[in-house]
């Protein structure tokens, strides 16, 4: 399994940025797929999920009305639309699957990771 984030880059805030996570080795249609976030000095926190099919997502609080995230099935991909970026929005954002589709606000539920692109939002 091969996911592979891009997308990442410097923005100021209020700006936007979609960040996509292409996927290959698996089943993709059989994955739920979930974005995750670490900031330095912090620890790797959820951001958002997306069921197998596409027709359900979750957020965290924090990024509730500002990030979107969809997956496209045909394309093995899975987005993260992030508006009104916000300073606290800086980290290394992930995106991961997951075979059980349970938990998905869990780093534990997720069986594959990628390494994750840069996202730095500047006054």
Do not use: H
């Not at 996509?20 to 000095?41: D, I, K, V």
């Not at 589709?101 to 539920?109: C, N, Q, V, Y």
């Amino acid at each position: 399994v091969q996911l592979v984030e891009s997308g990442g880059g410097l923005v100021q805030a209020g700006g936007s940025l979609r960040l996509s996570c292409a996927a290959s080795g698996l089943t993709f249609s059989s994955y739920a797929m979930g974005w995750f976030r670490q900031a330095p000095g912090k620890e790797r926190e959820y951001v958002a999920a997306i069921s197998r099919s596409g027709s359900s997502g979750y957020y965290a609080q924090s990024v509730k009305g500002r990030f979107t995230i969809s997956r496209d099935n045909a394309k093995n991909t899975v987005y993260l639309q992030m508006n009104s970026l916000e300073l606290e929005d800086t980290a290394v954002y992930y995106c991961a699957a997951s075979t059980t589709g349970r938990g998905l606000a869990l780093r534990s539920s997720y069986d594959s990771w990628g390494q994750g692109t840069l996202v730095t939002v500047s006054s």
